[in-house]
């Protein structure tokens, strides 16, 4: 068989930022609200006046430890911040504080779910940061303007960095990492990981070489891939530019790369030799860090059941397919709506359908939050619902219907099939009129029938759903118009 890459294989390790959910900044009280007027969330601390001290903040820090241990890593019992050195206008103090030799934690791994395979990534590791600030490029009448603004609201966020090995071989595989890291964080509450607000961000190191081959390529660093379709695509592409420059008998260089979504490929964005040297060394106002075994003991019991267990159950357990548990269990709410209405039903299969299929509909057209949803449509709302499609008091094509006015009303679905007269009609006697009627006004369709098309058939049926609001039970409608027909 053929691989893409010909000869070669790839190999990707990649840095994800991610911020964490706190309502302060990590060393000082301001808030983190996202969308704040530009500037309104700062203080002499974040941004970087002289003789100002950082405080750690202990729920940053717990966050931390959280999704660490979330992470299957090793807890450092002792932690301790550093200044990474570098001039840049959206860095006030002219550093970052980060964490360089003593990270809180390292040597874990993640598995996620890839495309016919298991996809196991071992994660090198995970420490805490401070965001730097934005810069701001206003647009003049004649193009960019001659200044840039800077805005601080963003420094001293707390960010987790979270560092894999380089064990992704294929942009796929690197898709499913992030989509199940993704799914970890906001299970665990660590992250809303909301990439158009920057909370998520992510920097890929690629490299290619000959397959089988023990010696690692020469690598680049792609930056600016803000979204999980971006990364898949620069990774694709950079991956077919470094063979290409291989095969032409060239090298590839160390270099940092960025992403032009807009033309498609990456770009230099600067050479190993114009890299930063961070000139590294402890923060001298920042006190060293001590977690005890009981404290971390204390945070890995508040963990909740991660999204591959839970799919794992769902398929074991409530007999829904690998497809259907992974729909269900990518938002923790959305899992926690089917579990609560599953309680309440024998048949989760069935109303498994109905949140996948019709109800992710509604929310989507309604722009309907899943955080809200028990809220708006209380479970027993939806069982009711799906009981009265089931027991055959109206047709599942009414219960769509059903659904939409339960969402809008907020009223009792059965209330709505009694005072809208919407209960099906299982009647011959009061479906056959119907069924004449259709087959006397379609007469084209009903010579293509009998002269042997039968998809015409289908027209006709639903002529006769038509008719009846879609309150007529197709089994009978089928039935009746096949006696009519001569079928
Ligand atoms: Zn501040």
Known sequence: MSHPLGEYELVIGLETHVQLKT???LFCGCATRFGAEPNSQVCPICTGMPGMLPVLNRHAYELGVRAA?????????????????????????SYQISQFDVPISKNGWLEAAGEGHTVRVRIHRAHLEEDAGKLLHPESPVGRAD??????????????????????TTPAD????????????????????????????CDANVSVRLRGATVLGTKTEIKNLNSFKFIVKALEHESERQIRVLEG?????????????????TRVMRSKEEAHDYRSFPDPDLQPFVITAEEVERIRRTLPEMPAARRRRFVESSGLTE??????????AIADYFEACAALHAAPKLLANWVIGELRKEMNERHLEAESLAEKLPPA?????ARLVEDGKITRLVGKDVLAEVLTSGAAAGRIVADKGLAQIADAGALEPLVDKVIAANGKTVADYRAGKKPALAA????????????????????????????
Not at 184 to 201: A, F, H, N, P, W
Not at 249 to 265: A, F, H, K, S, Y
Request: aromatic fraction near 8%.
């Open 23 to 25: 309502a302060t900044k």
């Open 69 to 93: 241990l979330a992470l299957h890593c090793e807890i450092a019992p002792f932690t301790k911040f550093d200044r990474k050195n570098y001039f840049y206008p959206d860095l006030p103090k």
């Open 147 to 168: 200044y840039s603004l800077v805005d601080f609201n963003r420094s001293g966020v707390p960010l987790l960095e979270i560092v894999t090995e380089p064990d992704l």
């Open 174 to 201: 690197a898709h499913a990492y992030l989509t199940e890291l993704k799914q970890v964080l906001q299970y665990t509450g660590i992250s809303d990981c909301d990439m158009e607000k920057g909370s998520l961000r």
């Open 249 to 265: 008998g060239g090298r590839v260089v160390q270099e940092t790369r960025l992403w032009d979504p807009v033309v498609g490929e």
């Open 323 to 332: 497809r259907d548990a992974e729909i269900l269990t990518a938002d923790r």
């Open 381 to 385: 709302r939806l069982v009711e619902l």
């Open 460 to 487: 006709l049926i639903g002529q006769v759903m038509r008719e009846t609001k879609g309150k007529a039970n197709a089994p009978l409608v089928t039935k009746l118009l096949q006696d009519r027909l001569g079928a």
